[in-house]
């Protein structure tokens, strides 16, 4: 099942494209790039997120993002 998003799929689209631009840019190697997205997420988690919740919106993203890459790799 698809995981559906409060947010419109143009303005996710359009925060995707910029931050892809920037890596595009520094000419990003993918490790990199993944090291510095995983420092961003723990950021946004620790500054954003009540200390009681940090662990399970972390649990939470992780198993989206595995469900997500196992997904694009059966299509």
Do not use: C
Not at 18 to 26: K, P, Q, T, V, Y
Not at 36 to 57: E, M
Request: charged residues 20%; hydrophobic residues 45%; aromatic residues 4%.
């Amino acid at each position: 099942m698809p995981i559906l998003s409060k947010y419109d799929e143009a303005r996710q689209e359009k925060l995707i494209s910029g931050i892809l631009d920037i890596f595009s840019a520094d000419e990003s190697p993918s490790d990199l790039a993944l090291m510095t997205l995983g420092n961003v997420t723990t950021h946004i988690i620790h500054h954003h997120v009540a200390a009681d919740k940090r662990a399970a919106i972390a649990k939470q993203f992780g198993q989206i993002l595995l469900q997500s890459v196992a997904n694009s790799s059966e299509k």
